[in-house]
């Protein structure tokens, strides 16, 4: 059995009028959900416990943007769009053994697409919403395995035998600039274009995530957070705060949005700690962290042929 302690939160910040992050914690057995709006403004940590069968746990964070409240009303419609697509897939029981292995991945792939394109037809035909986007940063965790997709620059963190690896590759100007060798890492940190990022639900009308999986090992905590956590907080500060508070996550979350605020707080942060652990999960390895690209071979199909029924 594989068992997930989650933690969550979502906080203005201390320069923000509103707050313009969301998450998602989603049980799909239980067909229960819980997202960043039920915290209603205060500094509320959301903890669950659940044991992870085939059907699966998402956990996803999402960061929107836009005038005005087009931001809030693109990251409440990703994560809630999100949910009530997998809510009503049930399980395929013609899927194939290779198929049915990347069967939550595939479901979470055609949602995300689904809510783009939800926010870009509300964006196309109401104009107070008029460009507005969201990042989406998701897990699929099933008990075999750490599924991602993402959009956009939120970000996924690992954290396994007291080390931290950087999971996900943000989809932004400057990370291609630095993938391009034109400038450093360091550089990025305060490159004038920082916050220009090349996808987002609802901002193309085409997108494309990058879907990849992850092993578990035991006692592995994954952290999902919005940028308002990633660009105030070192992955380095992130790594000693989990770390010391492994028996008590609920701290390390409330730790994180402290630190965050107090190197400026300038934007909405949104954080998820989830904590894996079972005896069906093996020891770390004292290897480096794989990552797998996953090919979801014709899903593109799949998706496309909904899009159109949905017109």
């Not at 943000?170 to 630095?178: G, K, N, T």
């Not at 652990?277 to 690209?293: A, F, I, K, M, R």
Request: charge should be negative; glycine fraction near 8%; proline fraction near 2%.
């Amino acid at each position: 059995m594989v068992t997930v302690e989650i933690h969550a939160t979502s906080h203005i910040g201390r320069v923000r009028k509103g707050n313009e992050d969301n998450y998602l914690l989603l049980n799909i057995s239980l067909s229960k959900a819980w997202t960043g709006e039920q915290a209603d403004g205060e500094f509320v940590i959301e903890s669950q416990n659940f044991e992870v069968d085939d059907n699966g746990i998402v956990l996803a964070v999402s960061d929107g943007m836009g005038g005005a409240l087009a931001g809030e009303v693109a990251s409440k419609m990703a994560v809630e769009s999100i949910c009530e697509k997998l809510l009503t897939e049930d399980l395929d029981e013609t899927l194939t053994p290779e198929t049915y292995d990347h069967h939550l991945v595939s479901k979470l792939y055609d949602a995300t697409l689904y809510a783009n394109y939800l926010i870009h037809q509300q964006g196309r035909t109401d104009p107070q919403y008029q460009g507005m986007g969201a990042t989406f940063t998701g897990l699929g965790v099933t008990p075999d395995a750490v599924d991602i997709i993402q959009v956009g620059d939120s970000r996924a963190y690992l954290v396994r035998s007291g080390k931290i690896y950087q999971v996900t590759k943000d989809q932004s100007l400057v990370q291609q600039l630095i993938d391009a060798q034109q400038i450093s890492a360091e550089e990025a940190e305060t490159h004038t274009l920082k916050n220009v990022i090349l996808q987002a639900l609802g901002a193309q009308n085409e997108i494309y995530p990058i879907s990849a999986r992850l092993a578990p090992s035991r006692d592995d905590v994954v952290l999902l957070c919005s940028d308002g956590l990633s660009n105030k907080v070192s992955a380095a500060s992130m790594q000693k705060i989990v770390v010391e508070n492994l028996e008590h996550l609920e701290i390390a979350c409330a730790d994180l949005v402290k630190e965050a605020n107090e190197n400026g707080g300038e934007d909405n942060i949104t954080v998820i700690l989830a904590k894996l652990t079972g005896e069906n999960l093996p020891d770390p390895s004292g290897e480096e962290v794989q990552l797998e690209l996953i090919d979801l071979g014709n899903i593109h199909d799949t998706a496309d042929q909904e899009m159109a029924e949905i017109l």
